[in-house]
């Protein structure tokens, strides 16, 4: 998710939970709370499966407003602080 403002990445989106794409859960996982493993080229995300379960949530068919408390939510849920992202 890119903020269209400064476009600058805010978010990364994580598909969790379904089977072969049905009932997943999708999470916006402050890109602040990622890490890159160069020598995998991949990004890490260093929570739990059950830590992610509780996370704030949202179906793919009904994606968050940007106005909306969501994102409040998910930025206290991974402890980021408001506009930590855009450093």
Request: aromatic share 14%.
């Amino acid at each position: 998710m890119i903020d269209t403002g400064n476009g600058k990445i805010t978010y990364a989106v994580l598909s969790f939970g379904g089977f072969l794409g049905l009932g997943d859960k999708y999470f916006a996982i402050p890109w602040s709370s990622l890490s890159v493993n160069t020598q995998d080229e991949t990004m890490i995300l260093d929570i739990s499966q059950e830590r992610l379960k509780d996370a704030p949530g949202f179906d793919k068919d009904n994606w968050p407003d940007q106005a909306s408390d969501y994102y409040s939510s998910v930025n206290t849920f991974y402890t980021v602080r408001e506009k930590a992202y855009t450093h």
